[in-house]
């Protein structure tokens, strides 16, 4: 069982950056992949970033490829986004998560949200024009 808190949200000015962190309970966590997800409003839940176990592959989301950096501490129990270069369209309620199977590869980043079974409860990011 993993539990995630994320942190880091807030309102800022396109152009600007937030970081944001999800620390997750349980022994376990080394062994998920993690990946964080938005939703806007009226919107479905999409796919920003993923990362494996150890942070040897990851994944973007075309549309933040260039501009978000997924990174994680497995001695901390934390994932993080840094979110540069912020879009008034990256507005959203971003969501931690982690895979639903515990992988021996570092290979392997997942990317559908139905391959993530442990989520956060969110963080409202807004991005002014």
């Known amino acids: 069982q993993v539990q995630l808190v994320e942190s880091g949200g807030g309102l800022v000015q396109a152009g600007g950056s937030l970081r944001l962190s999800c620390a997750a309970s349980?022994?376990?966590?080394?062994?998920?992949?993690m990946g964080w997800f938005r939703q806007a409003p009226g919107k479905d839940r999409e796919s920003v970033a993923t990362?494996?176990?150890?942070?040897?592959?990851?994944y973007y989301a075309d549309s933040v490829k260039g501009r978000f950096t997924i990174s994680r501490d497995n001695a901390k129990n934390t994932v993080y986004l840094q979110m540069n270069s912020l879009k008034p369209e990256d507005t959203a309620v971003y969501f931690c998560?982690?895979?639903?199977?515990?992988?021996?590869?570092?290979?392997?980043?997942?990317?559908?949200?139905?391959?993530?079974?442990?989520w956060g409860q969110g963080t409202q990011v807004t991005v002014s024009s």
């Open positions: 990362i494996s176990r150890s942070g040897g592959t990851t």
């Open positions: 349980g022994r376990s966590f080394s062994s998920h992949a």
């Open positions: 998560a982690a895979s639903q199977y515990l992988y021996l590869s570092d290979r392997v980043s997942p990317r559908g949200r139905d391959e993530y079974t442990y």
